[in-house]
């Protein structure tokens, strides 16, 4: 079994710029989490989708950050514009139902310069 | 807000010890706990987990211990091993509600060899 894919590893950007970062989950998950750990901080909730609708996004730090999962198949995150503070690693995770441990991505490195 | 931390930033231990990671946790609502192992470069890596209504489970070569009368919850490693130097974090969960779960800053184990 595949597990989740994130795409890209590492992204460096400018100030101003956008950015889209994308996860494929595990075949058949319908629940889909982002977490963001920045400046060495701890991990912290984004939002979460059960197929393509959004659960929960009160994670979601501004509208800057727009996440979509069309289809309730692949998953994006898009930050637009990116400022300074966003950068960090963000990781996505998947599961099959929602009361169990999921699997996470090895994550998207972001750096904002 | 509502938050686990730990005690530990960075762990030092002679390999063949046993290592023990400590995490408090403020929200006494939380029924589900989970143990996570980040290597460099790699997404977090279920180890162990614990529901509320048992206080200690074990695992190969770890056992978690929740003590809910001071909100505190340990990982034990026994023999600990080099290829066990990672960043450890604990997390707790809701289940009943949003399945969000909420980390701790990390602990680094550092295995002397």
């Known amino acids: 079994e595949a597990g989740v894919t994130q795409f890209p590893s590492h992204s460096v950007i400018e100030k101003g710029q956008t950015v889209t970062l994308r996860c494929d989950p595990i075949s058949g998950h319908d629940n889909l989490y982002w977490y963001r750990r920045v400046m060495g901080k701890e991990i912290k909730f984004l939002l979460h989708?059960?197929?393509?609708?959004?659960?929960?996004e009160s994670g979601m730090p501004n509208n800057r950050f727009l996440a979509e999962r069309t289809g309730g198949t692949y998953s994006t995150l898009k930050v637009q514009p990116a400022e300074l503070e966003d950068s960090g690693v963000y990781f996505c995770?998947?599961?099959?139902?929602?009361?169990?441990?999921?699997?996470f991505g090895s994550g998207t490195r972001l750096t904002v310069v | 807000g509502e938050s686990v931390g730990l005690h530990l930033p960075t762990l030092s231990v002679q390999e063949g010890d046993n290592s023990i990671i400590n995490c408090a946790y403020s929200?006494?609502?939380?029924?589900?706990f989970i143990w996570y192992k980040q290597e460099s470069g790699k997404g977090p890596q279920f180890i162990i987990d614990?529901?509320?209504?048992?206080d200690k489970r074990q695992g190969q070569r770890v056992t978690v211990l929740l003590n809910k009368t001071v909100k505190h919850l340990s990982l034990q490693i026994a023999a600990t091993q080099p290829g066990d130097s990672a960043v450890y974090f604990c997390?707790?969960?809701?289940?009943?509600?949003?399945?969000?779960?909420?980390f701790g800053s990390g602990t680094r184990l550092l295995v002397r060899p």
């Open positions: 997390a707790e969960n809701m289940q009943d509600s949003s399945y969000k779960l909420i």
């Open positions: 995770a998947s599961s099959h139902k929602s009361n169990y441990g999921y699997t």
């Open positions: 989708f059960v197929k393509e609708s959004k659960q929960d």
């Open positions: 929200n006494s609502a939380s029924d589900y």
């Open positions: 614990i529901r509320s209504n048992m």
